[in-house]
């Protein structure tokens, strides 16, 4: 089961996907089973530049009450060219 993330343009904020809108709570995550709902979600996130910021669907796993999020994407680390940037900067410093 997976839900789709990001963080608000405005404020950095975590926000969730649920039903075409993001909210700020995870309790009113959409959450989905089927791979290709969750990528026509995760689409439709992605088209949203000017709103979020990175969505990315992430795993959820069932709790005693409810479910929760099993682990999130670490900070700063979201594409392997920005790495490889930031290391020839510091080579040739």
């Not at 405005?10 to 700020?24: A, N, P």
């Not at 005693?64 to 490889?84: C, E, H, I, K």
Request: aromatic share 8%; proline share 4%.
């Amino acid at each position: 089961m997976r839900a789709l993330t990001a963080n608000r343009l405005v404020d950095g904020e975590v926000v969730f996907w649920s039903h075409g809108r993001w909210v700020e709570r995870f309790s009113e995550a959409e959450l989905f089973d089927d791979d290709g709902l969750a990528g026509e979600a995760e689409a439709k996130g992605k088209s949203q530049p000017t709103v979020v910021v990175a969505p990315y669907l992430i795993e959820v796993a069932a709790v005693d009450d409810g479910v929760a999020p099993v682990a999130y994407r670490p900070l700063g680390r979201s594409d392997q060219s920005d790495q490889t940037q930031v290391r020839r900067r510091h080579v040739s410093v």
